[in-house]
């Protein structure tokens, strides 16, 4: 070990500092690029140069200052084994830098392609699809490249290449053995795939499931986060959208239809309600202008069944006006017709 440490670090320790001035040098240099260039990308923010900026200005000066301590080695004057250990871990750093270099590149290529697309507009069918596909691709993507650059590391040691080599050969079994060990995993990432690209559901979309009402939160590699309207969160393995029946409220369109009933005494008269539910509905922003109308729809022993049938853009917005149409009708007919309440009739002789 010690014979090692002279060879890496000789008595005078000239290797050394040169080593660190020539990176302390680049260190510099490149602070006072990424400063000046942070203030010219700041005239440009939103852009796609501003973001990839912002995502890639680390690695690259990180890869600039290896480049650079790479470039100098003749004047480090290095023996051996410590000369082949400099370049081994120069190796592995520029294996470590372009694999997060891959990562970021796939986070500016997210965002580039989100960007043409409004997630805030009213009719966002499309920008949902596209974020759905891009997200599930960019966590394939990091995963291929974090498993590439490791293996590529691993690759550079002798030991491991032989160790691979023997592997090789037993490359039947011990695929049987991983396949049936991951069988599931594997089940529930290519589950995904087919759900990034049928699109069976999308990020944002409506969702009924298990009885519970929820927005697409996230859409991982093996599961999906549901976030419930009392904002709890339900996870779900992805393959249950492919395995199992749900409602997506928002598949094609958000535009839904939503019911009120009423219980009324048969003396009650429909044409007053009716214009009163047009009122109420027209007064109301979260109502659509679709669908306004009031139907009787059961005539019961003792009261008649009304349904009040009204649509609004979404489902949030259509809980909203159901309620106001509810309130609404119930104070018309208490303030109007006390008479139409449901009443109780008996006989007395």
């Not at 986060?225 to 339900?234: E, F, K, S, Y």
Request: with cysteine; charged share 20%; aromatic share 8%.
């Amino acid at each position: 070990m010690r014979d090692l440490l002279q060879n890496v670090v000789p008595a005078d320790g000239s290797s050394v500092v040169t080593v660190l001035l020539v990176a302390v040098t680049v260190l510099v240099v490149t602070w006072i690029i990424r400063l000046v260039g942070s203030r010219t990308i700041a005239k440009l923010d939103g852009s796609i140069a501003a973001v990839a900026f912002q995502h890639l200005k680390r690695p690259v000066s990180y890869a600039v200052v290896l480049a650079a301590v790479a470039a100098a080695r003749p004047l480090y004057e290095l023996e051996e084994p410590g000369a082949h250990l400099f370049d081994r871990l120069i190796v592995l750093l520029l294996l470590a830098i372009i694999t997060w270099g891959v990562v970021k590149v796939l986070f500016v290529a997210e965002t580039f392609i989100l960007a043409q697309y409004d997630l805030d507009a009213s009719d966002n069918l499309r920008a949902r699809k596209v974020q759905t596909q891009v997200g599930f691709l960019k966590r394939v993507g990091i995963v291929v490249a974090v498993v590439l650059g490791a293996s590529a590391a691993l690759l550079t040691f002798d030991a491991v290449r032989e160790i691979g080599a023997t592997l090789l050969a037993s490359a039947g079994v011990a695929g049987i053995i991983i396949g049936l060990a991951a069988q599931r995993t594997l089940g529930h990432m290519l589950s995904g795939l087919q759900v990034a690209f049928t699109q069976p559901i999308r990020l944002d979309d409506v969702l009924i499931v298990e009885g519970e009402w929820g927005r697409v939160e996230e859409i991982g590699l093996t599961y999906v986060v549901l976030r419930i309207w009392d904002q709890r969160r339900l996870i779900v393995p992805v393959s249950y959208f492919l395995e199992k029946p749900f409602q997506n409220w928002t598949r094609v369109t958000s535009e839904l239809l939503g019911t009120v009933f009423l219980r009324v005494d048969y003396t009650c008269p429909l044409e007053p309600l009716r214009r009163e539910l047009e009122r109420i509905c027209e007064s109301n922003e979260k109502w659509d202008g679709r669908v306004a109308i009031i139907q009787v729809f059961e005539a019961h022993e003792r009261s008649v069944e009304l349904r009040a049938l009204v649509s609004a853009g979404d489902a949030p917005q259509l809980w909203d006006l159901r309620c106001a149409v509810r309130e609404g009708l119930l104070d018309f007919i208490r303030r109007e017709h006390p008479e139409s309440l449901p009443r109780f009739r008996a006989e007395l002789s």
